[in-house]
DNA sequence: CTGTTAGCGCTTTCAG
DNA sequence: CTGAAAGCGCTAACAG
């Protein structure tokens, strides 16, 4: 079942079926009907390799995502959202998502040639070192390119990331409103971008309020459980220790809620944590944690928006970026204070 | 760059070319390690569509992965290993992967459709109901389907799981040899292969070791969290309640500690809990939980392996099936007893 | 609005 | 062992 039968079934030439079958506006409308209806009947799709042969184009976006680079894979514990929200925003556009294979970095131009093996009309991006040569070669490709929680610049780039400052001033935000004054915060690596902007965000938050910011009070974490139970104590062993930490990741609030309980503290009583993330643990742990929850779908329809922009975007325009919205999930980890 | 540029500047035929790329034996090993320097040196990498189009093998495999079916999502925690597992495995062999978009029900011929538009060399499945008419009509055909954690049949088909029933054996022994012989269950919904495999483990330890099996000791769940809540109430509630409890899931088993807790018991002094999955709360919980640790790596891996395997095999072969090792976990929710 | 025709880049007989 | 040539199924000028 090919183009060709369909024509010879449908009396025309392939040429029409092609057109009526692309929503070209050269067809008369009844013709179209006609064709359409009876390849809805025949069971006909086109075949993709033919079709990508001829028109250069695939319909096909690459995901870059590299495992091993940090943590071994546990740094995403979205990726499995993402995955849903960006094959669903694809398949809406008729698009397809190809798992891209990693390449080594002596291969600077792994990534490209993969791009044109595969004719694709994009890639997205997340987990891997943009920094990378074989990063960087894509990147600088007129090949539409979306980061995910990543910074990418080149002709033709976008990124795509939660308005991580925004919600860490939240975060800090419902500690203040609960009568904390003294609010620490546990760090993740801050060459990363969302472990910068959330502790941007936390400091913004303490300006606000005019209290005042204490070196002491930010103590840097690498997203690990174990850098969380280490920060919170260093905190408690503080002459004047916080009443309220902001963790901005929930694997080490976790381990830091432990780590406060280990010391006598208990939570929420003496001490008020904040995650950050709302991984599946954060429901799970008792007392359950209060934390900040990203919309992951949405990271993934987001990024498929961004790519048909960039695909007639003219190359010189400047890489575009979105901030997406973020929601604060009370539970239990919170208490008020009355503590100065 | 194309076959013919490179033909042109090695001195031979576009057939030569594809050949010694090809590694077809044909060729001179000389004339191929000519072809195959200037292929490298050029930055050469053959058209995927091209290539598919005359040969008609794409090298790509569909991941079948229904994001809604079940528990939204939730129900696969180990995605993201299997998926690293499969990218790695697949593309040793030269092969990529492509995410499947998920075909309304009425759409019988929908994956059947999309495997030849796509012209992909195999399927792999996960997370789906394998009885729906349009995974069923894939399955029928001769296009190799292997199924994680799913029982399919057909033509070409292949099952990959744990040893879900040694698994849950050595789970329990693991609690006889702590001294426990009141041993209860909580279930996965049992018409799920997984779920019904591990409570025939179960039942087959105790009767290993001549443990009466009591009906009661059997409560079923769905493997959400509530459910193990709701499980560990009712065991607790009997007459003669078990000293320990293995719990097919990991989510349930945190819950239904909590819920001894909540009933007064400690965990492990009173009772005590062995999960299954090793999902990432489990380490991060109090007590850490006991749990057998599944190889999802190695389901890509062994999938890949089967893929190929299918793609030989002759259309009457009977289904093949693989059973994957499981580790026992021991951390901190199992303690022993001394109560007869 | 529709048909003819020339490829897209590669593999694969079929000759030699 | 190598080359010539015929497609693979479709799109996109170019005519009409």
Chains 1, 2 share one sequence.
Not at 278 to 307: K, S
Request: charged share 20%; proline share 6%; hydrophobic share 45%.
């Amino acid at each position: 079942m090919d183009i060709g039968e369909l024509a010879r079934r449908s009396g025309v030439s392939v040429a029409t079926v092609s057109r009526a079958l692309n929503g070209r506006p050269e067809v008369s409308a009844e013709t179209r009907a006609r064709i359409v209806a009876l390849a809805a009947e025949l069971g006909y799709s086109p075949n993709a390799s033919a079709r990508t042969l001829a028109s250069r184009r695939s319909g096909l976006i690459g995901l870059l995502w590299d495992t091993d680079y940090r943590s071994g894979g546990r740094q995403h514990p979205f990726l499995q959202e993402v995955l849903v929200g960006l094959k669903a925003a694809l398949s809406d556009r008729g698009q397809g998502l190809i798992l891209l294979p990693i390449v080594p970095s002596d291969d600077a131009a792994g990534y490209v040639r993969l791009t044109r093996q595969y004719t694709l009309d994009g890639v997205v991006m997340m987990g891997v070192d943009q920094h990378t040569p074989q990063v960087r070669a894509l990147l600088s490709t007129p090949v539409p390119c979306v980061g995910l929680d990543l910074d990418v610049a080149g002709p033709r780039t976008a990124t795509i990331g939660s308005d991580n400052s925004s919600a860490a001033a939240a975060a800090v935000a419902h500690l203040y409103a609960l009568g904390h004054r003294r609010i620490a915060t546990i760090t993740g690596p801050l060459d990363l971008r969302p472990a910068a902007e959330r502790l941007a965000g936390y400091r913004a938050e303490l300006a606000r309020h005019r209290l005042r910011r204490r070196p002491e009070y930010e103590v840097s974490g690498d997203f690990f459980a174990a850098s969380g139970a280490a920060g919170m104590r260093r905190l408690l062993a503080l002459p004047e220790p916080p009443t309220a930490v902001f963790v901005a990741g929930d694997a080490m609030a976790i381990a830091a809620v432990h780590a406060a309980q280990d010391a006598g503290r208990s939570v929420p009583g003496d001490i008020a944590v904040v995650g950050f993330d709302d991984i599946d643990a954060a429901a799970l742990v008792r007392p359950a944690l209060t934390t900040v929850a990203q919309d992951y779908r949405r990271f993934g329809a987001a990024a498929a928006a961004e790519l048909a922009e960039l695909t007639t975007a003219p190359l010189t325009a400047p890489p575009r970026s979105t901030m997406l919205p973020t929601r604060l999930v009370v539970r239990e980890s919170c208490g008020t204070t009355t503590d100065p």
